[in-house]
């Protein structure tokens, strides 16, 4: 089985920085694609930032210039740098991860329990 647990969610004054943390465990061969993906009240949840297994990254526009995505593939981990912090910011934010449990096993996805980010101003 695989977990993904998140952490560093946090009531932040808007300026603010947070720094979220996603780290990976179980039987893991490798890990393709990870994302972070926010979910706001009464709102659908949006995809906020994907790093491949490469290290190319993406992001929302709502985020970009803003937020930064990383991963440590040794600690099997990906982490959001989110700066500037706005109260629009606020949200569960969901770590999703696209695994596989040995060589040439195809790719599942996974998500994480999420954690609260609440940015006042």
């Known amino acids: 089985q695989v977990q993904l647990v998140e952490s560093g969610g946090g009531l932040v004054q808007a300026g603010g920085s947070l720094r979220l943390s996603c780290a990976a465990s179980g039987s893991i061969f490798s890990i393709n694609a990870m994302r972070w993906y926010r979910q706001a009240p009464g709102k659908q949840r949006e995809l906020v930032a994907t790093i491949i297994s490469g290290g190319s990254t993406n992001y929302a526009d709502s985020v970009k210039g803003r937020s930064t995505i990383s991963r440590d593939n040794a600690k099997n981990t990906v982490y959001l740098q989110m700066n500037s912090l706005k109260p629009e910011d606020t949200a569960v934010y969901y770590c999703?991860?696209?695994?596989?449990?040995?060589?040439?096993?195809?790719?599942?996805?996974?998500w994480g329990q999420g954690t609260q980010v609440t940015v006042f101003s």
């Open positions: 999703n991860a696209d695994i596989s449990y040995y060589s040439g096993s195809q790719y599942h996805n996974y």
